[in-house]
């Protein structure tokens, strides 16, 4: 496995076995005497290798469930994932609806308690869980492919027969409300939900939720969510492993045809709140010796068509180690161990974020230099060296990313959940690699605008605050994100 990886690596990155100190050889192998290899120069790029990303079997049952079915023989495992098309987004006045409800589909059916549906996957070495984001729930089903047939039986109970039990109800609901209560002091959980909110503001983007929200969640809400979006029209299945198409089909088709389709809920969305010139908004945490910053704007829907070159601006600005953002805010000027950037892209739309955590002493000055770096590269030229290594990474992550089942099962049903081209991920990395420096300087002049920010801080207000007062208006929160009356610090 570890010499496919590297052989892999190389082919995308152009890199070959060296020898120390050999000259150039000619198609036979041998050694060409009168033409050296310049050491001082990266080796060419080689031809990207074939994407060979599957073209699963699929069909739609009557009741409206796309199923997608791929085999995959490597190992005598099976994975079954159901996506629900609704998630978060649909929560209502509970914030924290969807997530309680997929936690507790694991917890039981009419007939078996939690502890014995649990005995029964422990007994087959396998897992069943639900988990929720702010587009969708899914319900996977991992184990060995001689349980098959068990395994989807699980799945099934699972997902359409869930007990809801109170008492498992309130278990998960004290469980919830300690681990949002742990988050208030979580200064990059409290960075990323100021952030949301100032971006989404009303949509429910932009909601989260509090351990008030959870508290309020009573069983018949978690019946209503699961009646009103389990529904095999509102769903995709996919089945990756150790299977025979014709014959999981079967019983999939055995197992899921009398789940009846229905009206999924609509709901009328507000807009999201423009980000109009440069705010400053930071959380007081009394204690901080570090300032968490996050310097946000508007990003894009996962459907956007340039997300592939957009990437590849995102890594040469802040994907890593080799970013802009790293090298001067961490190896220039010494601000902090590390700072990136990112898009997060949700159905409907998203955010960017450029981050770092840095000495109080210093917060303002770096996000001076996260903000040049954003002027720079919009206003300045790419040099083609410096985006060739982005290219490449990424190029080079993705095909090794396709040896992983699990994420290439959840990319085939992002095409259903986002509305993807069907070969979008069969074109990537050639998209990735094909960016040009007038290309990545377009891109980011159309997505990123530096005079248009939100930035947010968490931190020490007596130590941070009068520094930011200096850059502009600053917006003062508590922990629980309520704005506070404009006062000074605390001496």
Not at 395 to 423: K, M, V, Y
Request: net charge negative.
């Amino acid at each position: 496995m570890m010499k496919t990886v590297f052989l892999l690596l190389a082919a995308v990155v152009g890199l070959g076995p060296v020898r120390p100190n050999a000259a150039a050889s000619d198609s036979t192998g041998a050694p060409t005497p009168h033409e050296a290899i310049d050491r001082t120069m990266p080796p060419k790029a080689g031809p990207l290798p074939p994407v060979n990303f599957p073209n699963p079997a699929t069909e739609t049952l009557p009741n409206g469930m796309r199923v997608r079915i791929l085999p995959s023989h490597r190992e005598p495992t099976v994975t079954f994932r159901l996506l629900i098309k609704s998630g978060g987004i649909s929560d209502g006045s509970k914030p924290g609806l969807a997530g309680l409800t997929a936690d507790l589909l694991n917890k039981g059916t009419p007939e078996l308690t939690a502890d014995q549906f649990a005995n029964q996957t422990d007994f087959m070495g396998a897992s069943v869980e639900g988990g929720a984001g702010d587009d969708s729930i899914e319900v996977t089903a991992n184990g060995l492919s001689k349980y098959t047939s068990e395994l989807l039986g699980c799945l099934r109970d699972a997902a359409l027969r869930p007990a809801f039990r109170e008492e498992e109800l309130k278990q998960e609901k004290l469980q919830t409300v300690s681990a949002l209560i742990q988050k208030k002091s979580d200064p990059e959980d409290l960075a990323d939900r100021l952030r949301d909110k100032l971006i989404f503001g009303k949509h429910p983007y932009g909601a989260f939720p509090t351990p008030e929200s959870v508290q309020a969640i009573a069983r018949e809400d978690v019946v209503g969510f699961h009646d009103s979006y389990f529904r095999p029209n509102n769903a995709t299945l996919i089945v990756v492993g150790d299977v025979d198409p014709d014959s999981i089909l079967a019983a999939v088709k055995k197992a899921f045809g009398d789940w009846k389709s229905g009206a999924v809920p609509s709901m009328e969305l507000p807009s999201f709140p423009p980000v109009a010139g440069i705010s400053y908004h930071l959380v007081d945490r009394p204690g901080s010796v570090q300032s968490n910053i996050v310097v946000a704007a508007r990003g894009i829907a996962r459907n956007n068509p340039d997300v592939p070159e957009l990437n590849v601006v995102n890594c040469l600005l802040g994907g890593g180690m080799s970013g802009r953002l790293f090298m001067n805010l961490r190896e220039q000027h010494g601000y902090t161990y590390g700072a990136y950037s990112g898009f997060q892209a949700k159905k409907l739309g998203g955010t960017f974020s450029a981050t770092a955590e840095v000495r109080n002493a210093v917060t303002a000055p770096a996000i001076g230099e996260i903000v040049n770096e954003l002027n720079r590269l919009v206003n300045d030229p790419i040099p083609d060296s410096e985006l060739r290594l982005q290219r490449n990474y990424l190029a080079g992550n993705f095909l090794l990313s396709l040896e992983s089942n699990a994420r290439t099962a959840e990319r085939i049903q992002d095409i259903d959940l986002f509305g993807l081209p069907p070969d979008y991920f069969k074109t990537y990395a050639e998209r990735v690699t094909a960016v040009t420096p007038e290309k990545a300087s377009e891109i980011a002049r159309k997505y990123i605008d530096p005079k248009n920010l939100d930035i947010v801080v968490v931190g020490e207000a007596k130590e941070v605050l009068p520094q930011l007062q200096k850059l502009g208006k600053v917006t003062v929160y508590n922990t629980d994100l309520k704005a506070q009356p404009e006062s000074a610090p605390t001496p």
